[in-house]
């Protein structure tokens, strides 16, 4: 079955079921050795990680506006890859090629590839895109396991924080975007709730959008998580400012009471595949503390230790030259 995906999470899951995608988006990153397929997608916003949050926002409502669209489709490489199916998205035209540019890039090559949307907006809407997905790609044993497994990890968070009163679930505020600040939606209100906290700022399923800062300071988290889409935790120090020298913040309880973290929204947070659990897993000790041990830091770090964050970049060189210190020997 010769599968091919458009966005990272697709990508993950379909490794995760067994297959190794043909071919991949140009942001496919996860898991180790994706990015070597060949990339059947391209982005017209031409920037790199010193950019601002602001700056690119700008660039991708500019490019998103023209006829062409934000993404384009290497149609050349797609038809020398013959796919049986191609796994692509109907969520969010900004987040990665929607299904629509898809097809037409379909009509104009010699295979006739089975396409299988996805369009979730919930962690229910995730796990089934999981078993569809292993339909379509002959996998659906390997599905169903998967999807037991994720979900005795999501039940074993709940029944940890199923008997807290409302009085001791604090309020939580989680932003996917800092410049305009952005509130996280989709599965973030449920992950909140089984981690025990509130999430007053956007309903189960509602998207994520924009909201008026000033909606943040009277809402007054007492968690409040910065998990930029497409950031990880190094491009989120970068930006911090975005947040930092806004009038009012040092007034937040979140931020009095040390309560203001980063987590790595590109791979986590707002990737809608297996590591949406991981995401939940990192969450519940940010929010309950007493309750869970620490979250894996490179998921999550708190806003203060955002300085001491490595460089993706310079992290795995130092993991490489410390292998090639093992390796070499006395």
């Known amino acids: ?64 506006d023209t006829e062409a669209g934000v993404y384009d489709v290497d149609v050349e490489t797609l038809d020398a890859l013959e796919p049986d199916a191609i796994v692509t998205q109907g969520m969010c035209d900004v987040c990665a090629v929607d299904e629509a540019v898809i097809e037409d890039a379909v009509d104009r090559i010699d295979a006739s590839p089975e396409i299988v949307p996805t369009d979730p907006h919930s962690v229910g809407d995730v796990l089934d895109d999981i078993e569809r997905i292993g339909a379509a790609i002959d996998r659906r044993q390997r599905a169903r396991e ?24 604090p309020r939580v505020a989680i932003l996917d975007w800092t410049d305009p600040v952005m509130v996280a939606g989709h599965w973030t209100a449920e992950l909140v ?43 989120t120090a970068r930006n911090a400012t975005d947040l930092t020298e806004r009038e009012g913040w040092a007034e937040l309880t979140a931020v009095r009471e040390g309560r203001v973290w980063a987590m790595d929204g590109d791979h986590y947070l707002n990737r809608p595949g297996p590591r949406l659990v991981d995401t939940l897993e990192a969450l519940a000790p940010i929010v309950h503390p007493g309750r869970f041990d620490g979250p894996d830091p490179e998921v999550a770090v708190p806003f203060d230790d955002l300085e001491g964050v490595t460089p993706a970049g310079e992290r795995e060189s130092a993991e490489t030259e410390s292998r090639a210190e093992v390796d070499s020997g006395p």
């Open 1 to 64: 079955m010769r599968t091919v995906t458009t966005l990272p999470s697709a990508t993950e899951i379909v490794a995760a079921l067994g297959r190794e995608p043909v071919g991949v988006s140009h942001e496919c990153d996860y898991p180790p050795g994706a990015a070597d397929a060949p990339a059947i997608t391209r982005s017209r916003i031409d920037v790199d990680e010193s950019a601002s949050s602001g700056e690119i926002d700008q660039q991708v409502l500019e490019t998103a």
């Open 193 to 235: 709730e089984w981690a025990g906290g509130e999430y007053g700022l956007a309903d189960p399923g509602e998207r994520s959008r924009p909201r008026e800062w000033d909606d943040i300071c009277a809402y007054d988290p007492e968690v409040l998580i910065a998990a930029p889409c497409g950031f990880g935790l190094e491009q």
């Open 146 to 169: 998967l999807r037991a497994d994720l979900e005795a990890r999501l039940e074993a968070v709940r029944e940890r924080t199923a008997d807290l009163d409302p009085a001791d679930r």
